[in-house]
């Protein structure tokens, strides 16, 4: 069975969302999908077919303050504004397919992180709520976001502890991958001064969340290098942005966002028959 897996990064899976859609228009459905953060949030669209519908949403509200603006910290802990992104959007403005995600019958992974336990849960997408609860937990950037609630636990980002989770997808029994990065090739993560104060702040709180969040930049880098040696033996596929289709994650200019996203759709278009050989 081959699988899905998509890594995140806030405004930077728009790539990936191409990547998807062009998948989508040749009828390519992977059976299995996991991934964190935004990445694992734009594939939602992509089990239900709805191509765009992630493009459609950064143009028209990227730029929105409901949806990202310091105005939102008074009311939801957070730049960004969670019920409007995770709720409203979805439900009224640009409808999630509710149906159509119905009809997917894949397996369908949200990574998460358990800020009591600070070790990876990957939860089952098809039991997502109409409040996209467990999407607002793997997109929760410690001090960016307040801890999600789920079943009387506390969750974060899912990229802290596994930010690409491809060992989970061998694990279960997928031979091959097609694996979506949203980094060029060469990139080296480092310990962050945003990860360093988190875990400082949080440390008492969540004991356990500290040092994944310090040692986060070696764990993705170990694993950038463990999907590079899958593609080698001929196990994976990687997609990656190159210089020309990099954003940064929390990009403002549309126009740049909109290429990215181009990119990543041309990109997949010239590797379809590579992406063909895994199933």
């Given at each position: 069975m081959p699988g899905l897996v998509l890594e995140g990064g806030t405004f930077?899976?728009?790539f990936s969302a191409g990547v998807m859609d062009a998948m989508v228009q040749h009828d390519i459905m992977f059976p299995y999908c996991i991934g964190?953060?935004?990445?694992i949030t734009d594939g939602f669209s992509y089990a239900s077919r709805q191509v765009g519908r992630n493009l459609e949403i950064l143009k028209q509200y990227r730029n929105d303050k409901r949806y990202l603006g310091a105005g939102n910290f008074l009311k939801c802990r957070s730049p960004f504004g969670i019920e409007f992104v995770f709720e409203e959007i979805p439900n009224k403005l640009i409808p999630?397919?509710?149906?159509a995600f119905a009809r997917y019958e894949g397996t369908y992974l949200v990574g998460v992180t358990n800020a009591r336990t600070g070790k990876t849960e990957y939860l089952d997408g098809k039991q997502l709520d109409k409040?996209?609860?467990?999407?607002k937990a793997t997109c929760a950037i410690p001090l960016m976001f307040p801890p999600v609630s789920i079943n009387g636990e506390e969750y974060y980002d899912g990229g802290i502890c596994d930010p690409i989770p491809v060992r989970k997808a061998l694990a279960d029994g997928n031979e091959k991958l097609l694996i979506v990065l949203t980094r060029p090739k060469g990139y080296k993560k480092t310990l962050s001064g945003s990860n360093k104060v988190a875990a400082r702040m949080l440390k008492?709180?969540?004991p356990n969340l500290a040092e994944p969040l310090l040692t986060r930049h070696e764990i993705y880098n170990e694993t950038v290098r463990f999907c590079e040696e899958l593609e080698r033996q001929g196990k994976a596929v990687i997609l990656r942005p190159a210089e020309e289709g990099i954003i940064d994650s929390m990009e403002k200019d549309v126009d740049k966002i909109v290429a990215s996203y181009h990119y990543g759709y041309r990109l997949a278009e010239e590797r379809m028959e590579d992406i063909a050989t895994l199933f």
């Open positions: 930077r899976p728009i964190v953060s935004a990445g999630f397919d509710w149906d409040a996209n609860t467990m999407v008492r709180k969540y």
